[in-house]
Antibody, heavy 120, light 108 residues
């Protein structure tokens, strides 16, 4: 059974750096065509794709946030980490990680999400 | 970046009716790498359709996807009570990947 779970702080202050961890099981990021991605959703709003890392270590970022985002993986721990610098109240959202299986292509399994509030 | 437009933002329909949800891309979606997700309040999105027309595992056959290039459609043939939710389209053919703004299907 494939599962993903996000973890990180519920509240961060403006200008701080957010670090989120996606812990997964049931698949390996060493498997060709496997990827893990991050998506966020402000309250009551649409989904926004943030970043993706693939089995080969290639990384992709959304254009508008590229300078603030870093995605990395620890294959041995089955974890993917997303950092976002210079947090702003506008970054308040639920942050999801999800798996992208190359045989499907889309995000087939999602974590439950973690709500992050940016407030002083 | 490819912009996906979902309009209308809300569809008001009755159980048993047919729902047709469009998604238009600002440029052609590579290899029809277009997916649809369903999201209910307080839940993560659930993959319904990928590759524009392939149902994901466990998705009922009342859900179908069609289209190519820049115009795609999600159709729910007969709405069940559990189908009232928000639906998002997503293109994963080119980076940056993008989502549409969503269509809410509500009970009329």
């Amino acid at each position: 059974q494939v599962t993903l779970r996000e973890s990180g702080p519920a509240v961060v202050k403006p200008t701080q750096t957010l670090t989120l961890t996606c812990s997964f099981s049931g698949f390996s990021l060493n498997t060709p065509a496997m990827c893990v991605t991050w998506v966020r959703q402000p309250p009551g709003k649409a989904l926004e794709w943030l970043a993706l890392i693939d089995w080969d270590g290639d990384k992709h970022y959304t254009t508008s946030l590229e300078t603030r985002l870093t995605i990395s993986k620890d294959t041995a721990k089955n974890q993917v980490v997303l950092t976002m610098t210079n947090m702003d109240p506008g970054d308040t959202a639920t942050y999801y990680c999800a798996r992208m299986d190359g045989s499907v292509g889309a995000f087939d399994i999602w974590g439950q999400g973690t709500m992050v509030t940016v407030s002083s | 970046e490819i912009v996906l437009t979902q309009s209308p933002g809300t569809l008001s329909l009755s159980p048993g009716e047919r729902a047709t949800l469009p998604c238009r891309a600002s440029q052609s979606v590579s290899v029809n790498y277009l997916a649809w997700y369903q999201q209910k309040p307080g839940q993560a999105p659930r993959l319904l359709i990928y590759g524009a027309s392939t149902r994901a595992t466990g998705i009922p056959d009342r859900f179908s996807g069609s289209g190519s290039g820049t115009d795609f459609t999600l159709t729910i043939s007969r709405l069940e009570p559990e189908d009232f939710a928000v639906y998002f389209c997503h293109q994963y053919g080119s980076s940056p990947q993008t989502f549409g703004q969503g269509t809410k299907v509500e009970i009329k």
